[in-house]
């Protein structure tokens, strides 16, 4: 299905009403859809998205080589089948998105270029109204007893350009993986890449078959792991007959527990895994090799680790076509850049994979009963509810497991809750501290030592906070979570529920 032909008109100048607001179309928006559809069909719905089209990253970005950096068992959906490779391009989970969204019938319910630009909660009605700016410039407004941010976490047209001394004096294009122009022709010419991580471990050997030659400057490794395109479970279960259902729950299962396994090997033993990790790294690259290039100075578990299918990007300096230099750049140059050790690399096109900008919340103005809120000054249950904001979840996933893990256990539990708010016979659920940390120091959304990549580094001030206690923070523990959420006693004490006379309406 084209993703294009999935695009419905804007409603009229009327104010839309509906039970439940979804913001956003790629993965997490459209899990959140197909549960509320399947779990609570007598809820009305809506799904705004900002884009022309659903998919999010998937649509957004448009560099050479775009992967999947998680495997499509996990990160895919628990409840559709994958069968295709582990990792799969845009192309491909675009249709993948695409079939769900025909298969289910989420047309109707996803109204497209709508950016939004406020959300105010009212007491009194217990209801957030959205307004969203369309691409004519006309606005248009939505009303809910409740909002489910499913957004995403970063601006997708908008990367993170570090400020390089001499910038302007370079001659040639700089260009922005998050801004890529697919149009873009680097043929024939000498590329210099700044950047490591998974973006680069995907552009350098996409871009290596035209360039003249391409080079990765990084100012720190990152850990790398190759491997074959392939999951053997799968391959091995297929030729069987068994339901796709089947073999999709089975090779899952079995992903989920040899990511479990490393994690835990990580932690307990990172210089055995460290050193497991190189040497599957060093096999792959010429004899002789300085490894300094991809021997990271931190633990294994403090950044996501990038798997390589294939080993591509090793094939690209094992053929003399892409090399990687690791240290701290001083200046751009007219023809290139100039190393803070006197090294001169040579470029005709300078390209940027540094990462993103935080985008949190949807960089949507808040507020509520007309005050604005910050965010930051909140804090966070279980990293998607947050303090003093009535009615709203925010997906937000796992770095070291699959995004997708964490959206689909969040729109299992929100379901419950509006379920339970039914039950109950209540309009407005927010989560309290209890007493004894009211005063309680705040801490940072992520631990900086536990995890630490760039982006949040520089946004970390934008987000919640945390409490003492693992019911106040966000955690990357899928394995725990997969547990703990399914079992949170809704009556417990971090909820505070209320029943508010809504208003009359002609």
């Not at 950016?115 to 109204?129: L, P, V, Y």
């Not at 995907?202 to 871009?207: E, H, I, K, L, S």
């Not at 005063?439 to 580094?457: C, H, I, K, M, T």
């Not at 529920?497 to 009359?504: G, I, Q, S």
Request: with cysteine; glycine share 8%.
């Amino acid at each position: 299905m084209d993703a294009l032909t999935l695009a419905r008109p804007a409603p009229d100048g009327s104010i839309t009403d509906v039970d439940v607001l979804v913001i956003g179309a790629g993965i997490s928006g459209l899990s959140a859809a197909w549960h509320l559809q399947q779990r609570l069909p007598h809820k009305r719905f809506v799904v705004l998205e900002r884009e022309a089209s659903y998919g999010g990253t998937w649509l957004t970005h448009k560099f050479p080589g775009i992967r999947s950096d998680s495997d499509l068992y996990t990160f895919g959906f628990g409840f559709k089948p994958w069968v295709g490779p582990p990792i799969a391009t845009a192309a491909e989970i675009q249709a993948y998105l695409g079939e769900m969204i025909e298969e289910n019938d989420l047309d109707r319910h996803i109204r497209y270029n709508h950016s939004i630009e406020t959300a105010d909660w009212d007491s009194r009605a217990a209801r957030w109204t959205v307004t969203s700016a369309l691409p004519d410039g006309t606005r248009r407004a939505f009303r809910a007893p409740f909002l489910w941010m499913a957004q995403g976490y970063y601006r997708h047209h908008q990367g993170y350009w570090p400020d390089y001394p001499g910038m302007a004096d370079f001659k040639g294009p700089i260009l922005h993986t998050e801004e890529w122009d697919d149009a873009t022709d680097y043929s024939g010419k000498r590329v210099v890449l700044i950047g490591s991580g998974a973006t680069a471990a995907t552009v350098v050997p996409a871009m290596a078959d035209k360039a003249s030659h391409i080079t990765m400057i990084q100012r720190s490794p990152t850990y790398f792991m190759p491997g074959q395109n392939v999951n053997e479970t799968a391959e091995m279960l297929r030729p069987l007959g068994l339901d796709p259902a089947v073999v999709h729950d089975v090779v899952r299962r079995k992903i989920l527990f040899d990511q479990d396994q490393i994690v835990r090997q990580c932690r307990e033993a990172p210089e055995a895994v460290t050193a497991e990790l190189l040497a599957g790294v060093q096999v792959l690259l010429p004899e002789g090799f300085d490894m300094k290039h991809f021997t990271p100075s931190y633990r294994p578990w403090r950044q996501r680790l990038a798997f390589v299918p294939g080993g591509d990007l090793f094939a690209g300096v094992r053929a003399g076509m892409a090399d990687v230099v690791t240290g701290t750049i001083a200046r751009f140059t007219p023809d290139g850049m100039e190393m803070q050790d006197g090294t001169h690399v040579p470029a005709d096109m300078i390209v940027l994979a540094t990462g993103f900008n935080l985008c949190v919340f949807g960089d949507i103005a808040f507020s509520i009963d007309g005050k604005p809120l910050d965010m930051g000054d909140t804090v966070t249950w279980r990293g998607m509810m947050f303090t003093d904001v009535p009615n709203l979840v925010w997906v937000f996933g796992y770095f070291r497991a699959s995004w997708t893990l964490r959206s689909d256990m969040i729109s299992e539990f929100t379901c419950r809750l509006l379920q339970h708010m039914d039950e109950k016979g209540v309009d407005r659920v927010e989560v309290v501290l209890p007493p004894d940390l009211v005063d309680s120091p705040r801490g940072l959304w992520v631990d900086p030592e536990d995890f630490n990549p760039g982006y949040l580094a520089r946004g970390q001030h934008l987000l919640p906070k945390t409490a003492p206690g693992p019911e106040w923070r966000h955690t990357h523990d899928y394995w725990r979570e997969k547990d703990e959420i399914p079992r949170v006693d809704l009556d417990g004490p971090a909820f505070r529920y209320a029943r508010t006379r809504l208003p009359t309406t002609t």
